[in-house]
């Protein structure tokens, strides 16, 4: 206590502890509450508290009180679960409390209905991550890292081992001395066809018509989706080719014989694509 309020003292009050040398003068002093009169000179004048007024003067401190040098805890020291896994999994790291060392793992039934991961700058988030990547590679798994920044995707790649060297696919967008070519209609069957589709559509909504005005409207809706739809009846075709099929009618006439689906031909005899060129 008097360490805590020591940053108030000064020549004329403070708080301090002090050796009885006479019982009953301390006796007296400190049953009648008497102040010194008189100024006794190499003796300090002083009042005895007794507990309770010490009580009543300290007080744990509240955050809203603007006291300096205070160390505030910001979080509390608490065991680690019971239900929390010792074993198994992922490792995150240990409980330390009460002297009692425990380990802390995640399961991967639990992994699957996701994790969040929040803190301040520094506080480690992209090391757990990168940890938590790096086991998942040293056993066998599959892994999929989106780094926007760059620094996370370095330092997992230092940590490779041999045996999984041929499994690492790098693809860095900035990269133009090395591009990664991505066809975005590449597709396997029909159902992933109207999904790419559907969300390409969407994606143009985003970026364009967000507000849903009228710019992506529904007739550019169902040109652009049947004219994908159309191009991807071929194997290898992008984005190019969907263009082509709005200008160039002798590239209409070359995929009619591999189209099967009837609405894509019927899409392509009602605006006649493959007799003119569209404008």
């Known amino acids: 206590m008097k360490t805590a309020f020591n940053q108030f003292a000064s020549d004329q009050n403070s708080f301090g502890t002090a050796k009885i040398l006479f019982k009953y003068g301390f006796m007296v ?57 010792e074993d198994g999994g992922t490792y995150l790291g240990y409980g330390h409390y009460r002297g009692v060392r425990r380990q ?27 940890d938590m990547a790096i086991q998942d590679i040293k056993a066998g798994h599959g892994v999929c890292v989106i780094d926007p920044h760059g620094d996370l995707v370095e330092g997992i790649l ?31 069957g029909e159902q ?19 507000q849903r005005t009228g710019i992506v409207g529904p007739r550019f809706e169902h040109t652009v989706r049947n004219a994908m739809l159309t191009v991807m009846a071929d194997k290898g075709t992008t984005f190019i080719e969907v263009v082509r099929i709005l200008t160039d009618p002798k590239y209409v006439q070359e ?22 060129r569209l404008s």
């Open 255 to 276: 995929l009619l014989p591999k189209l099967t689906d009837p609405n894509c031909k019927a899409f392509l005899d009602r605006s006649n694509c493959a007799n003119k």
């Open 192 to 210: 992933e066809k109207h999904f790419i589709t559907t969300a390409i559509i969407n994606l143009m909504y985003k970026l364009y018509d967000p």
């Open 29 to 85: 002093n400190f049953i009648y509450k008497f102040f010194p009169v008189f100024d006794v000179p190499f003796v300090k004048s002083v009042s005895i508290l007794s507990s309770e007024e010490l009580a009543t003067i300290f007080h744990l401190p509240n955050k809203t009180v603007e006291t300096p040098f205070i160390h505030w805890l910001k979080a509390k020291t608490a065991p680690v679960a019971a239900e929390v896994a």
């Open 158 to 188: 230092q940590y490779i081992p041999p045996e999984r060297a041929e499994d690492v696919i790098y693809f860095d967008p900035s990269d133009t001395e090395r591009p990664i070519g991505l066809n975005l209609l590449e597709a396997r």
């Open 104 to 130: 802390v793992h995640v399961l991967q039934e639990d992994r699957r209905r996701h994790l969040y991961i929040i803190g301040k700058t520094g506080v480690g988030k992209s090391e757990l991550l990168k």
